[in-house]
Every structure is written in structure tokens, then in C-alpha cells.
């Protein structure tokens, strides 16, 4: 895509995995619809929602966790309580220690996608903080479910 190009609304084909989300009350915003930084909270719950179920992540007690070191959005509807949305999931870039998630926030049903964006993990070791050498055999298997 050339990089002056307007961001468009994508169409959910595009996106691997899809994990379901609601809206909740305290999201809407003075004007009626989701505030801006309640896209960024979603983002992070559908792909930590994906790890989690697919055994990557341990939340609490597991010796990697990521670390969002870059993140953006563009927004293309609104979205509001009461609603449910579905997260369009996607690996962008794997690295070694790094992954570059793509995610879309489309309302129930519909085709194109209300907002998209993403965001950059770093995998630290939890202790020292410090990227891991490698990703772990867990998240190299949950990462393959979201190449498109």
C-alpha cells in the first residue's frame, strides 16, 4: 500500500482469526459512541484473549509476556454499548522476539470493518524484562493460526 495512501476500511476476508467481543457501558463516550482509546483496549483483548485460549500465554504465571512498544488506529464508523463486535485478528511480522499484530473492530454482521489497526508486542522474559532470545514453541504454533 503506498504510504500516503488514505487507510479504507477493510473487509473481514482479509483478517485470519476473528474473536468476539462486547461493549460495555462505561465505553461510550459524551457523544454517544466508544471513545477513541477504548479501540486501543480491544485490540489488546482479542489478541490476548486468542493467546490465552491457544495456550501461548500465562498471564500470570508464565516466564514470557509481551510488551506493546507501538500502536495505531484509524477509524472509519462508530461503534457503541450495546453492541457486540468481532475482532478481525492477523500476524502482520514475526520476529524473533517480536510480533506485529493487525487487528479490525467490525460490528456484529457487518462486512467491513468500523476501525482498524495495530500494535507491536516485544516478548520480554517477565523477570529481567528483557526480549526473549527466541519465541516459545507456544506461540510459534498460536502465531501460524493467524497468518492469513
Known sequence: MNSHARPAPEPRSVYARFE????????????????NVVYYSLFDTAVNQYLIAAGA??????AVIGLVVETQCNYFD???????????????????????????????????????????HVYVDRQTRRPVAALPSEFISALEGLMP
Open 20 to 35: 468476539p467481543l462486547s461493549t460495555r457501558w462505561m465505553d461510550n463516550d459524551i457523544y454517544g459512541h466508544l471513545n
Open 78 to 120: 462508530a461503534l457503541a454499548f450495546p453492541q457486540r463486535i468481532d475482532a478481525g485478528i492477523r500476524v502482520a511480522r514475526q520476529g524473533a522476539s517480536s510480533v506485529r499484530y493487525e487487528i479490525a473492530l467490525f460490528a456484529e454482521g457487518a462486512e467491513l470493518c468500523a476501525a482498524r489497526g495495530h500494535f507491536v
Open 57 to 62: 500465554l500465562d498471564i500470570h504465571a508464565g
